[in-house]
């Protein structure tokens, strides 16, 4: 099915190929490799990713357009407070309005219409899109060659839940905070950025056995 | 749909793609990243801090983009710090961070889903337990600072360090990489 739609996409094939960025779009054997091998119409071969600088600097061009357009960068943690603060709020209007954190989420639109839920919207077609034309997109629970599914899905849970606790302490997580930060010099964000990759490479030798 | 919400969504659309073609809404193989076996994550995320950073300063200097409209992140250095390591213990553990679990969970992956639930309930819960976190919160609070400022180094001079250690650390990416 996936496999029939990403090749419905593939009407552009001339400007794929050597163009990492579009290469999702091309025609399958376009450049004449793989022609003579049969292929799996229900599964076909994923697309090689982008070299990471080029997708790097697409992703420093959109965040500069942000800049630009709306006057503020990308984001991803806001969306889930966002959303957490309207949950709150439809449980028990008075609990959120008193809430020092939720509360400023409730101010103006309301938090259903946060920018950055908007955005982060967004991010899931857009991840889609990207995922479906590259023949990328696939049921699956990622996860390292010595962990079990139970064991994986419980890390996600918990790994999510210590971002969760971190990005509210510092006010943002890797696009808010890093990224966006990053790119603006803010003292703030260069401290989260180093502070998380310590955190990160610290406990990285303890849960080696989930990823090695 | 107001016209900033309608450019939210367009913007979300181009970074969600953006990240699934640099290969983030696989959590292996940001994982990588801490193995030192792949350097994606480091080569995307400084390759655009660079290249937004470059634009944001040239932009600034030609008059097209006025730095003083563009919300800047507030610096609180011990909430940072602190929110800084178990947001990275986190990150280890869970392979994806914020935004890469919601293109995980876009194309298909269950654990990104799962990584999407966690990081809910954990905001929720430090929402919900914010009151006596509230001092912490707020404490060392240092405004927009930026690192010109703090350094007492001009605008330019800092933007082409950055550059510089950025080149000089995609060199050392490269071979360790290679070694991998």
């Keep these: 099915m996936m496999g029939t739609r990403s090749r419905g996409l593939a009407v552009s094939g001339s400007r794929g190929g050597s163009n990492p960025w579009f290469r999702g779009f091309a025609v399958s054997g376009s450049r004449g490799e793989n022609t003579a091998q049969p292929r799996n119409r229900e599964t076909p071969r994923p697309r090689p990713y982008a070299d990471p600088y080029v997708a790097g600097t697409g992703l420093g061009l959109v965040l500069l357009a942000a800049f630009v357009i709306a006057g503020r960068g990308l984001g991803a943690s806001g969306a889930f407070a966002s959303g957490a603060a309207g949950v709150v709020a439809a449980a028990s209007p008075a609990r959120a309005a008193a809430n020092p954190y939720f509360a400023r989420y409730l101010a103006g639109d309301g938090p259903w219409h946060e920018w950055l839920l908007l955005e982060i919207a967004g991010v899931v077609i857009g991840g889609f899109l990207s995922a479906l034309a590259a023949g990328r997109l696939r049921a699956a629970i990622e996860r390292g060659p010595g962990i079990g599914r139970g064991s994986r899905l419980a890390n996600a849970f918990a790994g999510g839940s210590a971002m969760g606790v971190g990005a509210v302490l510092a006010r943002g997580c890797t696009s808010g905070l890093a990224l966006t930060g990053g790119a603006l010099l803010s003292a703030g964000s260069w401290l989260f950025m180093m502070a998380a990759f310590a955190g990160a490479y610290l406990v990285a030798p303890i849960v080696k056995r989930a990823w090695r | ?180």
């Design chain 2, 1 to 180: 749909m107001t016209d900033s919400l309608a450019v939210a969504l367009v913007i979300g659309i181009a970074f969600g793609w953006t990240l699934e073609r640099a290969g983030l809404g696989s959590a292996p193989k940001l994982a990588g990243q801490f193995y030192l076996t792949d350097f994606t994550v480091f080569k995307v995320m400084f390759s655009a801090i660079v290249t937004a950073m470059l634009g944001a300063f040239w932009l600034a200097r030609l008059g097209v983009l006025d730095l003083s409209r563009v919300y800047m992140p507030e610096t609180y250095l011990a909430p940072q710090l602190a929110g800084g390591l178990l947001f990275g213990a986190g990150f280890v553990i869970a392979g994806l961070c914020p935004g890469t679990s919601c293109v995980a969970a876009a194309t298909g992956r269950g654990d990104g889903a799962l990584v999407m639930l966690g990081m809910f309930c954990g905001v929720l819960v430090t929402g919900l337990a914010f009151a006596p976190l509230r001092r912490f919160y707020e404490s060392t609070a240092r405004g927009a600072l930026t690192l010109p400022d703090l350094l007492h180094v001009p605008y330019g001079v800092v933007v082409a360090a950055v550059v510089a250690m950025a080149l000089t650390a995609f060199q050392f990416a490269g071979r360790l990489e290679r070694r991998a």
